[in-house]
């Protein structure tokens, strides 16, 4: 399905777009930030919050079913009730736990190998309901995920007037 170089670029890519979002989303006021624009989780914060809420439950499910050294830090984050938790209520902590969440990515992106792709993952869904998938399979949502979201946030900043600037994958992949 995929493979170690795959990991590595998604991740590289989402540390990427998370700090053009941010950078973006900084130049507006915390108003604008928190104003209810009728997306999935209402205004542009409630959507960055939210892809780190999934980004921190899928890193602690990560972390228990496979012991990475880069993990542990993610172990000791509050485990989120719910997919609209919000983690913080301001931009800036936003923000630092934002960078430290693709640091951690990054950093395990790095460490894992083929072998541990191949790997199952147990888990317990937000609902209760145990899951047992391939962690290859895994990986290709999280990455998605966080894509899909940022697509919204994306949007959300065009609509209060800042412009993000080129968010496509290709941009990182080097020519031959």
Known sequence: MIDHGYV???????AWMNYKLF??????????????????????????????????????????????????????????????????????????YRQSLDQIIQQWAAELTDTDLSHSLHYTNMQGIAAHKP?????????NHQTHHRGQATTLLAQAGQDVGVTDLITLIPNL
């Open 8 to 14: 590595v670029q998604m991740a590289r890519y989402n």
């Open 23 to 96: 950078e973006a989303a900084s130049q507006l006021t915390e108003e604008a930030l928190m104003l209810d624009r009728q997306a999935f989780f209402g205004s542009l914060f409630g959507t960055l919050n939210h892809i780190a809420v999934a980004d921190t439950v899928w890193l602690k499910r990560f972390a228990d079913a496979l012991p990475h050294s880069t993990l542990a830090s993610a172990q000791t984050l509050p485990m989120p009730q719910a997919l609209d938790n919000w983690l913080f209520h301001d931009f800036p902590n936003l923000r630092r």
């Open 135 to 143: 962690l290859n399979g895994v990986l290709m949502h999280f990455f």
